[in-house]
């Protein structure tokens, strides 16, 4: 279920933009522990002599290194004194001071340093490695087009596309197009003096970015300990109580309206603790001719892979955005707050006619990352089998595999098209699908134009990597984990769902248009959501927002302040409610809230819509 393909792509659907949201889905998400790891795009082996009493061979200043320091620190595991003990946190910190190296570099230095890089062995690999810098850029174009005579600083923008792809980056028709804008070039020709200075300023603003933030880090902590000289001291106490009665409510849909249905999940995972976690969901784009009547249902669905019936009570909330006119702009209108048994739904009565896209969302409360300890579990099922000196599909990896095309078969046609196909294939790789992996695929299977990829032909792709003798079970199960399952074959970081939208119109089509990673859909909700919310004062600068209806409860917290605050919400009792906190928790989570910021503190999920939802908390300001 892996690809050597190479990923620099954010995670849209075909030629077709993403939504108006951050896809969190670069180099650092599927690298996750949770997710399968990718390859990193194929370069130039440099091999480094690691010798710890080699001499330094630059010259860092001491801004220099008291900006390594800060990287270093922002990835070290807290759990070791000053060490970093995880592969991919060390490669987040060379890419915070500006050093991509090659995989095989990488492996090297990983092993060499016994997989524990202190500070001392990180700068001395600064030393050693070449950094990214606006000279090498330009001696790394100078090199590539020595050969062209009319090389001169502007190159055509077609061929350096063309070059980008031979080299490896495979960079989507959308994300070229993003680049040709961002580069602002004229008459096809990109200015590399432009480019390499641009990649250089970059490089600069990430760099006073994290400095920034380390200083108000530093003068948060000083302002919390002059505050607190002796012991913890609460300034301010405001119990949260939240009540929701029990509603019977029953969703009516008039006879002879045309629906059309599509299936979706939704995915969780981490980077090294279940605290890191990420929601990811699935975009859906429709429109309207006329004004309208429109219901929006979406209802979670089960399989023997998810074990008991919790998620068949999922905390969901419907999404519906506007598409603005002439614009790639999405405007929030609407919040689904209504259930009918199982159903989130929304009901509009007079839609008016325009574009739409609708994103499911999950928070957590019922949907949870697995803990660390199941998630390094040895595997307890065999993924493929051995046969002679051949490798075959266990009748488990290919049970998976089955319920996996199911998934993803969206519009249930028996088929997986490019669309589709690539979802997957995002998700378990985190990687697109180019033309040419396209065309490669439908001459592996013998497609037609046109044509998708059956169930018989889904195994046939997957069971190429079973018979591949440098493919390891490792990597097998990567790409289940992805998509979700445990080591047990067990579903419990996934759960699917149907989305149904019922409209008096004859020729309507809902397309799935992108994956969300939905953190960015937080930002979008604070705004929505508090006209609509409870006001509670917690002091003269921090303000909470309660918003409840009839499926549960969304808090935020508002500090308007120009310090950052520290905020303990204790969940004391609750009573048919799933919540993204702790509750009865001895040790409160704190949760820090940014100057001049929103943020929200729980998401509180009515399980028995036919019983109250009760909810007591105290929230209180450090």
């Known amino acids: 279920m892996n690809s050597s393909r190479s990923i620099r792509s954010n995670a849209s659907i075909g030629d077709r933009a993403s939504p108006n949201f951050l896809i969190k889905r670069s180099d650092n998400i599927p690298n996750r522990s949770s997710s399968p790891p990718l390859n990193n795009r194929s370069s130039l082996i440099r091999l480094q002599d690691t010798d710890k009493n080699e001499p330094l061979t630059k010259n860092f200043n001491e801004d220099d290194i008291k900006y390594h320091k800060i990287a270093f620190e922002r990835c070290i595991d807290l759990s070791e004194r000053g060490v970093i003990t995880n592969r991919e946190r060390f490669i987040q910190a060379l890419n915070y001071v500006g050093y991509d190296l090659p995989k095989a570099t990488i492996d090297q230095l990983w092993s060499a340093n016994h997989e524990e890089i202190t500070f001392k062995s990180f700068e001395r690999i600064l030393n050693q490695e070449k950094s990214i810098d606006e000279r090498i850029l330009e001696e790394a174009f100078e090199t590539l087009y020595s050969k062209d005579k009319k090389f001169d600083w502007n190159i055509d923008f077609n061929k350096f596309r063309t070059d980008m792809i031979e080299k490896g980056d495979r960079l989507t028709e959308v994300e070229f197009e993003k680049l040709r804008r961002l580069l602002g070039t004229e008459n096809g020709k990109i200015d590399v003096k432009k480019l390499t200075k641009s990649i250089g300023e970059n490089k600069d603003n990430c760099r006073q970015k994290i400095i920034i933030e380390k200083k108000e880090q530093r003068r948060d902590e000083i302002e919390r300990l002059s505050s607190r000289p002796n012991s913890p001291k609460l300034n301010n106490n405001n119990n949260v109580r939240i009540r929701i009665d029990s509603t019977s409510q029953k969703l009516i849909i008039p006879s002879g309206i045309r629906s059309v249905q599509i299936k979706g999940a939704f995915f969780c995972e981490y980077f090294d603790s279940p605290t890191d976690a990420l929601y990811f969901s699935i975009g859906y784009s429709f429109e309207i001719k006329k004004n309208t009547s429109v219901w929006i249902t979406l209802k979670p669905i089960t399989s023997p892979y998810h074990a008991g019936s919790l998620f068949k009570n999922l905390d969901v909330r419907l999404l519906l955005f506007e598409k603005l006119p002439r614009s790639t702009e999405r405007r929030l209108i609407q919040i689904s707050s209504a259930r009918s048994g199982i159903k989130s739904y929304i009901e ?57 095309f199911d998934v993803f078969d969206f519009n249930d046609n028996k088929q997986l098209d490019r669309n589709e196909y690539n979802l997957w294939t995002i998700r378990t790789t985190g990687e697109e699908i180019t033309n040419e992996d396209w065309l490669s695929i439908r001459d592996h299977v013998s497609l037609d134009e046109g044509e998708g990829i059956s169930k018989e032909n889904f195994f046939k792709l997957n069971d190429f990597e079973v018979q591949d003798p440098d493919t390891t079970e490792t990597d097998l199960w990567a790409g289940l984990k992805s998509i979700g399952f445990n080591y047990a074959l067990e579903l419990d970081m996934m759960c699917p769902f149907e989305l149904t939208v019922h409209v008096n119109e004859s020729n309507i089509h809902l397309e799935s248009t992108s994956f969300v990673e939905l953190t960015e859909i937080k930002k979008i909700l604070i705004k929505f959501l508090q006209n609509k919310s409870e006001k509670i004062k917690i002091n003269s600068t921090v303000q909470c927002f309660n918003y409840h209806d009839d499926c549960g409860s969304i808090l935020i917290v508002d500090n308007k302040g120009p310090h950052n605050v520290r905020i303990s919400a204790q969940v004391v009792n609750s009573n048919n409610a799933a919540l993204t906190l702790p509750i009865d928790s001895r040790k409160p989570p704190i949760i820090n809230i940014r100057h001049e910021t929103s943020q929200i503190i729980w998401f509180a999920h009515k399980l028995d819509s036919l019983r109250p939802m009760e909810l007591d908390a105290n929230v209180q300001v450090q």
């Open 348 to 404: 509009l009565n007079d839609l008016p006619k325009g574009s739409y896209e609708i994103i499911p969302i999950t928070f957590g409360g019922v949907l949870r990352p697995r803990t660390r300890e199941v998630n390094e579990r040895p595997p307890i099922k065999t993924l493929r089998e051995t046969r002679g000196k051949k490798y075959s599909m266990s009748k488990d990896y290919r049970d998976a595999l089955e319920y996996i």
